[in-house]
T-cell receptor, first 111, second 112 residues
Framework: DQQVKQNSPSLSVQEGRISILNCDYT??????FLWYKKYPAEGPTFLISISSIKDKNEDGRFTVFLNKSAKHLSLHIVPSQPGDSAVYFC??????????FGTGTRLTVIP | NAGVTQTPKFRVLKTGQSMTLLCAQDMNHEYMYWYRQDPGMGLRLIHYSVGEGTTAKGEVPDGYNVSRLKKQNFLLGLESAAPSQTSVYFCASRGIYLQTQYFGPGTRLLVL
């Protein structure tokens, strides 16, 4: 059973506009959430994270929002750039070691 | 500082053959992980290690074995490969006080 879900397999956005990627989770024990970015034929690279005690974390063009009551987090990228085109994975930390990953959303930023 | 490296990058096996995937990290991280990624699915944890000489099962451990004889290396073995093990395998590591896992570039394995 998928504990972390990314229901949108793909998203297309015009360059300069905002990209919003969504992620839902089912386990209320998750205490830390991460977003990874993945280019083809490469490993996932860490993008941004948020602890469950916060509701927002910002790093440059990237902001992650966490709504614990809805078990929902989102990644905002603004302004979107063509180099942001990649697959984005949401991950949640359960217990001491495990990361549970969503199935990914492929973002395409159109120049 | 190479981060996390994986060997080989690509391999084709016949059913029943064995092989070992090597992961190496130069960040002095305590924790290391092996994941597999399949189409339409997120990364799933196979095995992990919390330190030299220790290993533990993850979400999908069947058909795999691991060893962590040195802190910087984490080996994933397939004793008798099956077509269901065709996948992309990623290794990751993290420091003991960090939450972020850092990934290698992946090994693409095809089992015929």
């Amino acid at each position: 059973d998928q504990q972390v879900k990314q229901n949108s397999p793909s998203l297309s956005v015009q360059e300069g506009r905002i990209s919003i990627l969504n992620c839902d989770y089912t386990n209320s024990m998750f205490d830390y959430f991460l977003w990874y970015k993945k280019y083809p034929a490469e490993g996932p690279t860490f993008l941004i994270s948020i602890s469950s005690i916060k509701d927002k974390n910002e790093d440059g063009r990237f902001t992650v929002f966490l709504n614990k009551s809805a078990k929902h987090l989102s990644l905002h990228i603004v302004p979107s750039q063509p180099g942001d085109s990649a697959v984005y994975f949401c991950a949640a930390k359960g217990g001491a070691n495990n990361l549970f990953f969503g199935t990914g959303t492929r973002l395409t930023v159109i120049p | 500082n190479a981060g996390v490296t994986q060997t080989p990058k690509f391999r084709v096996l016949k059913t029943g053959q064995s092989m070992t995937l090597l992961c190496a990290q130069d960040m002095n991280h305590e924790y290391m992980y092996w994941y597999r990624q399949d189409p339409g699915m997120g990364l799933r944890l196979i095995h992990y290690s919390v330190g030299e000489g220790t290993t533990a099962k993850g979400e999908v451990p069947d058909g795999y074995n691991v060893s962590r004889l040195k802190k910087q290396n984490f080996l994933l073995g397939l004793e008798s490969a099956a077509p269901s093990q065709t996948s992309v395998y990623f290794c990751a590591s993290r420091g003991i006080y960090l939450q972020t896992q850092y990934f290698g570039p992946g090994t693409r394995l095809l089992v015929l």
